[in-house]
């Protein structure tokens, strides 16, 4: 969406932009125009009637000057007294024999160019054409008009901008004319922008709309596809809604979620009927050795027994992930790292718990129980294969880290991550002789997922493993 509507307001700019240079190029239009009639007009005119022109001016000039005279009274008196007629400036043409531009002064080259297609349209002959913009103040021929004609004194004349337009006549005569340049129409660029608002928010509501109705099912189920892969084995049907195409795939969701389901509920359901079976066998065979006479060997059958039984154990536990009983609450993790270390302690084992002085408390929503469980086999095998191990927990961004850490051989980098499936086991140090099943590391992995969490391994620079339990914060 936000591509869309940066494309769409990238578009309505370029509009506008064009908008506005058609205007600016209609005025240009009119300036010139007006130029070009006034010169070709003034152009047209002979000398004689130059000369009359001039004779009339003069003659309305001295009847001004009578009149004036005959309407002179008291100050105050009279039908005109105090009364101004503001009159529109009108500029006539200059006729000299050098242009009017000053040295250095900026020319307009759009406008000679299109003045001189004018002028040969219309049969003028013209040599140079010079062009130029300067304010009506700084104008020699307008100073010296408005001193002539006070009447053509406006507020802010000497402000205003001029168009001035010389054109070189055969035998060097110069005819110059002026023109009061146009303003631009007010409110012009507002409504210019007004408009590329609305159709912008317009469009950009729109899409928004029809996007929300094609992304919400998605979003919905890239939710539920999070939540089921936490906790496969419950399954909630996906209500179908969007889109014809949304719909379909929404369905097919459900039911490969229902199929899903339902090969883990039959997958547990045998797990514990193995369980079951295996282990009523075992506690009787556990019964019968008792009567062995030789004691080594009755051990030797004992421990073989609950060897088995404690696989057995390992294997239910990781087929029961995720369909543990209860809700996930909020768990002092100093408190759970500290009773599972006292554990240990009560045994003997050579385990300690660096819990900073002052430090924070930290607390995880998960299960106590399965998280104890995780921490526990991690502790086991730092104790058996390390000869001891360090607990410590951290707050490190929005995760709670429970790091334990041990002075073994470690792991080679690259069977770390192996080390971490299913009955896998290290080397000679890590068999079934002194070890378990392989099943410790994959159970903590998989806990710490359950509860959202993860399980890292890793050498450390002195020597010996760290494993770092991270669970989110509540």
């Known amino acids: 969406m936000a591509v869309l509507a940066l494309g769409l307001l990238v578009a309505q700019a370029i509009s506008a932009t ?5 205007s600016e190029e209609r005025r240009e239009a009119a300036i ?14 002979s000398e004689g009637e130059l000369a009359e022109r001039a004779e009339r001016r003069t003659a309305r000039a001295a009847r001004r000057a009578e009149l004036r005279g005959e309407r002179r009274g008291p100050p105050g008196l009279g039908p005109g007294a105090g009364r101004r007629e503001s009159r529109r400036m ?12 000053g040295p250095g002064e900026a ?11 004018v002028l040969a349209m219309q049969d003028i002959a013209a040599g140079r054409i010079l062009v130029a913009e300067r304010r009506a103040g700084e104008d020699p021929f307008i100073r010296t008009l408005v001193e002539r004609r006070p009447r053509l004194r406006s507020p802010g004349w000497e402000d205003r901008t001029i168009v001035l337009a010389s054109v070189e006549r055969p035998g060097g005569e110069w005819i110059t004319v002026r023109l009061p340049v146009p303003e631009r129409p007010r409110g012009g660029l507002a409504t210019i922008l007004f408009q590329t608002a609305v159709i912008f928010a317009v469009l950009v509501l729109l899409l928004y709309l029809v996007l929300r109705r094609l992304t919400r099912p998605l979003a919905a189920l890239t939710a539920r596809l999070a939540d089921f892969s936490r906790a496969p084995g419950r399954a909630e049907p996906l209500p179908e809604s969007g889109p014809a195409d949304t719909r379909r795939l929404i369905a097919a969701y459900n039911a490969m979620e229902a199929r899903i389901a339902a090969l883990i509920d039959e997958k547990d359901v045998m797990l514990g009927a193995i369980g079951h079976d295996l282990k009523t066998p075992l506690a009787a065979l556990r019964v019968r050795i008792e009567s062995v006479a030789d004691e080594v060997q009755r051990e030797r059958m ?11 154990d390992d294997i239910l536990a990781l087929a029961r992930i995720g369909h543990a009983d209860g809700a996930a609450e909020p768990v002092d993790l100093a408190a759970l790292a500290g009773a599972v270390v006292e554990e240990f302690e009560d045994l003997g084992a050579p385990v300690e718990l660096a819990e900073p002085e002052g430090a924070p408390r930290i607390v995880a929503r998960l299960r106590e129980t399965w998280a104890k ?22 707050r490190e961004g929005g995760a709670a880290v429970i790091a334990v850490e041990d002075e073994g051989p470690g792991i080679p980098a690259d069977r770390i991550e192996a080390m971490m499936e299913p009955f896998a086991r290290g080397e000679a140090s890590r068999n079934r ?10 159970l903590a992995r998989s806990i710490a997922e359950a509860e959202g969490g993860s399980l890292s391994l890793a050498n450390r620079a002195e020597g010996g493993l760290v494993a770092e339990l991270r669970f989110p914060l509540a």
């Open 433 to 442: 002789a002194t070890g378990g099943a392989g099943l410790g590391l994959t």
């Open 302 to 312: 004992a421990a073989s027994i609950e060897d088995i039984t404690a696989t057995l």
């Open 32 to 45: 010139v125009s007006s130029l070009a009639y006034r010169l070709i007009a003034e152009a047209g005119r």
């Open 373 to 394: 469980r995780a921490l526990r086999n991690l502790v086991s095998n730092a104790v058996r294969y390390g000869g001891g191990a360090k607990v410590t927990l951290r």
């Open 18 to 22: 064009l908008l506005y240079r058609a």
């Open 90 to 101: 009108r500029i006539g043409a200059e006729r000299s024999s050098s242009p009017p531009l």
């Open 107 to 117: 020319r307009e080259a759009s406008y000679e160019a299109s003045l001189r297609d």
